[in-house]
């Protein structure tokens, strides 16, 4: 019979059985088909919902089960058992006051349950502690308020009450007290008077940002009182503490109105969007409308601009639709178009790296239009703005327009592509480029660049533009020249690493690669010109010969890590990049002898790979760039928000972690911190490159030194990413091998792991035909059985225990070691799994060959196994000894050729076991042997 021919009392039924044996994922199947097949609320509906509770509770889903057990309780109210149930859910999410609470109800309707006792004893103690410690809170949260908002007090004194209130916010008692006191209607005087004191402001906004989080009911109160623009105001500031904490708590805003969290991997909840459409619908507004406001900050805008580019990918916010609609396309395009060193009377204020920001930010928006009709929409706003502002003759309008198109291509590439093939766009920004304007000039030069993108492209402006950025070169102006050469680098890298294609002629990349170093290691040269070095040689590194030649040069790559700490994200593509080619980080296409012999006959090109490209070759470069601190510069740039940068940097950190001699050097430079969010953020390739180079830190480096404090859980989530089988065997391998090692640390760990689902993803590759995979998933599992939680999964009704005792007789040494050490351990613990080796047809066999292993530590682990086995229970103590298992303990306790005493007394102590349960008779020392007792009732006899 199937699930679906099941009635709801059978489904149940068979959710009962599968409970019973620890199988929770299959009872939880049972209930919840159950659950479906009762439309009505009946008094059996609520005992399906009270059973799938308890098996959310195994599974510590504690919101499912509370939300599991208010269903059942809605139907049968007061049920004793959904009551406690929710009440232990409570407690373990440390919502004491209220599964106290519910201990009342249950001791009230059942007086003689000793559990129910015993828990409402503990909370009784812990609800009381904490409302003492609530009431000394709100006598600090008054006394500090007092302080804070007296302005007859010495100002010190008030920036330090601000800064106390902001310690007890954290408090979920004190913010309770906070709010009841009218902290929010205190703070917005407050600010009237003291709107310039950046101290007092930073914190009063933390204060609301606390006050908000993970609070919807106060969220609706304060933002009705405060105002979206208000949040905005206060980002408006030089300060980049200040902007920091304003974009925080407009994030945290947001998070309450949509369920969002501040993690990687958090989703909006639908519910909760569609609830607060129209207050999440005026924060996106609010935004929009402030991106082109001129009296707004370059720092601010640049936080307006990540709040939305951050957000942009949640389907259930619909912010990519909306701001179509609304028009925003146009108003970022006309963030993307200002110059920070052109001020005119209508410029905005912008940093160096606003077109960055802005440019990343059109990218992500151009991902989430998820449907042709929505791209058509894109490209149909970016089209009427370009066509606004060409509309005009002026030069202005024109640079506006070059400008944009630049960070159009460094954004969404295919939209900036589109508009450059276009007619006469190409041609007037060449027509820019040979005036003698320099403003023109440098805008035409940078566009140049950015357009070269694409083969074709290349193409074109080599035949149309290589001898005006000659010209350009050639010119006075610093700023123009490096832009020129930069251009030139493009041009000549355009071959990519294939070494037969050189659009220029021989030796022309080593002095293009001459210049660039020149304009990078002159301190006098300010920093937009060491940028603009930067990215030339993020072309030119294409070529093997530059690269070489770069890594020898300590000068030259200590100025460019020196760049990269700067932070400014406008640096980032051009060390990233260079690092990159360096490394020899990026996917290289796999080459097919038979393919490579057809295109040969076919007479196509075929790339060919510089000899300094060699393995050899790159590992030492990889060594001398690690050794010359180049983790600190990944580490300033890691903190970008461009999915593909993060890619990029995850691919120089793995290339590094691949050399075993450098990564403490990795490690000590706050590479592993900093590899975290890399992991679990980002393009699915970046992701998995950093979850490679977190594996092999892992591997190499004892994982609490690696992974210090909390930072050994967070790392165990991307290891078990790599348990894919879309990943290669090798990071399925070293994922495996840093688990073995993190397992091994301690109990909680392992807790962590099995809660993450390991151990199934673990388990598989115990199944894998290739050896050390194998091997490595079993000694994960060794490492596993330590912990309690992990020997249910073999008392089950499953055959993982019958597949450790063949693993156990494997060929390979370091696999039986794993599984028979694994086997050690869970028949210590376990009387079922004792009993369950009987259900392997070869269990003897195996036993046989573990206790007469030449191996001594296999041969202890068998003996081992087999004292756990008598030692267990008499049935099963008798189904061994009936065999000659009992020769062999004593001839192990006899035989010279046993080296390890350890063994033979483990053996000794297995003979002892079965005299204790008088299924042999111990003889007289001087004897020493033994002798069996018949048994009347037969082998398979229990008492």
């Not at 979206?228 to 206060?234: A, D, G, K």
């Not at 050399?659 to 953020?681: H, S, T, W």
């Not at 001594?856 to 068998?862: C, V």
Request: contains cysteine.
């Amino acid at each position: 019979m199937t699930k679906s021919t099941l009635s709801p009392r059978e489904l149940k039924e068979k959710g009962n059985e599968e409970f019973q044996k620890g199988n929770f994922d299959e009872a939880l199947e049972y209930y919840s088909t159950a659950l479906k097949l009762s439309p009505e609320d009946t008094p059996e509906k609520s005992v399906f919902y009270k059973n799938r509770a308890a098996v959310h509770l195994k599974q510590k889903s504690y919101d499912k089960v509370i939300k599991d057990c208010d269903e059942s309780l809605k139907i049968t109210p007061n049920d004793p058992k959904a009551l406690f149930r929710r009440c232990q859910a409570l407690e373990a999410l440390e919502r004491y006051e209220e599964a106290y609470r519910d201990a009342r109800y249950v001791i009230n309707a059942d007086p003689s349950n000793k559990a129910v006792q015993s828990i409402l004893s503990n909370l009784f103690e812990i609800v009381q502690e904490r409302h003492k410690q609530n009431s000394r809170t709100s006598a600090k949260v008054s006394q500090m308020l007092e302080m804070a908002f007296d302005m007859k007090t010495d100002k010190d004194k008030r920036e330090t009450a601000m800064n106390n209130l902001l310690v007890l916010s954290r408090e979920s008692a004190g913010a309770e007290a906070m709010f009841r006191e009218g902290v929010v209607s205190k703070i917005l005087k407050l600010l009237k008077l003291e709107g310039k004191n950046d101290d007092i402001v930073i914190a009063a906004v933390r204060v609301i940002d606390e006050l908000c989080k993970n609070n919807i009911e106060r969220t609706e109160v304060i933002i009705r009182e405060i105002g979206i623009p208000w949040l905005l105001e206060m980002m408006n500031s030089r300060s980049e503490e200040r902007v920091n904490a304003a974009q925080h708590c407009m994030q945290t805003v947001l998070n309450s109105y949509s369920g969002l969290e501040n993690k990687p991997e958090a989703k909006p909840d639908k519910e909760l969007c569609e609830k607060y459409k129209s207050e999440i619908d005026t924060i996106l507004s609010c935004l929009v409308f402030i991106t082109t406001n001129r009296t707004l900050s370059g720092l601010a805008r640049d936080a307006v601009v990540e709040l939305i580019m951050r957000n942009i990918h949640h389907n259930a916010l619909n912010w990519a639709a909306r701001l179509v609609e609304i028009r925003g396309l146009q108003r970022l395009m006309e963030v993307a178009s200002e110059l920070e060193e052109y001020k005119y009377e209508s410029a905005m204020n912008i940093t160096p790296s606003t077109r960055t920001v802005t440019s990343v930010c059109l990218a992500r928006i151009y991902e989430n239009m998820w449907y042709d009709q929505l791209k058509q929409k894109f490209s149909e706003a970016i089209d009427e703005y370009i066509k606004d502002k060409l509309l005009s003759p002026d030069i202005e309008s024109k640079v506006r327009v070059t400008v944009a198109i630049t960070t159009l291509l460094l954004g969404p590439l295919d939209v900036g592509n589109s508009i450059v093939a276009r007619d006469g766009i190409l041609q007037m920004i060449l027509v820019m480029a040979d005036t003698d304007d320099i403003l023109q000039q440098k805008v035409a030069c940078e566009c140049i660049i950015a357009a070269a993108s694409k083969k074709d492209k290349a193409t074109t402006i080599i035949n149309q533009g290589v001898n005006i950025l000659k010209k350009l070169y050639q010119s006075k102006d610093d700023a123009i020249r490096v832009r020129a050469l930069v251009g030139l680098c493009k041009l000549g890298s355009s071959g990519g690493t294939d070494a037969t294609i050189r659009p220029f002629a021989d030796g022309a990349t080593k002095k293009l690669a001459e210049a660039c170093r020149r304009f990078l290691i002159n301190p006098k040269k300010d920093k937009d010109m060491r940028k603009w070095a930067v990215e030339g040689l993020s072309y030119l590194t294409f070529d093997a010969e530059v690269k070489e030649k770069l890594v020898e040069d300590q000068q030259a790559i200590k100025a460019m890590i020196e760049l990269a700490k700067t932070g400014d994200k406008s640096v980032l593509y051009g060390v990233v990049t260079t690092l990159v080619n360096v490394c020899n980080a990026y996917d290289k296409q796999e080459m097919i002898p038979e393919m490579v012999e057809l295109a040969k006959f076919a007479k196509h090109h075929i790339p060919e790979e510089h000899e300094l490209d060699d393995p050899d070759f790159i590992n030492r470069r990889l060594v001398l760039l690690a050794k010359a601190g180049v983790t600190s510069a990944l580490v300033a740039l890691a903190k970008t928000d461009s999915q593909n940068s993060k890619e990029l940097i995850s691919r120089v950190f793995n290339a590094i972690c691949s050399q075993q001699e450098v990564r403490g050097i990795v490690v000590q430079q706050g590479g592993a911190k900093a590899l975290l969010p890399l992991a679990l953020d980002g393009t699915d390739k970046g992701k998995k490159q950093a979850s490679q180079a977190l594996a092999r830190l892992g591997i190499t480096i004892n994982p609490e030194v690696a992974f210090p404090g909390q930072r050994i859980m967070e790392v165990i989530r991307p290891l078990l990413n790599l348990l894919n089988p879309e990943c290669s065997a090798l990071e399925n391998f070293e994922a495996l091998m840093a688990l073995c090692n993190i397992a091994g640390v301690n109990d909680p760990i392992r807790k962590h792991i099995l809660k993450e689902g390991g151990f199934p993803k673990i388990e598989a590759y115990m199944f894998e035909q290739h050896e050390m995979l194998q091997r490595a998933a079993t000694q994960v599992i060794n490492n596993l059985v330590m912990c309690e939680d992990t020997i249910k999964y073999f008392e089950g009704d499953n055959d993982r225990i019958k597949y450790l005792v063949i693993l156990s007789e494997d060929e390979d040494v370091d696999t039986s070691l794993a599984a028979s050490g694994a086997l050690a351990m869970i028949t210590s613990m376990s009387i079922k799994a004792c009993n369950k080796i009987f259900d392997s047809k070869n269990w003897l066999e195996t036993l046989r060959f573990l206790l007469g292993n030449p191996n001594p530590e296999i041969q202890h682990r068998g003996v081992v196994i087999v004292v756990n086995m008598i030692s267990s229970a008499k049935e099963i103590a008798t189904k061994v000894i009936v065999t000659d298992i009992m020769e062999i303990l004593m001839a192990i306790t006899k035989s010279e050729d046993v080296k390890n005493p350890k063994v033979k007394e483990i053996a000794q102590g297995a003979l002892e076991a079965a005299a204790k349960w008088e299924l042999i008779e111990k003889q007289p020392e001087e004897r020493g042997d033994v002798q069996r007792v018949e048994n009347e009732g037969g082998v398979d006899s229990v008492e």
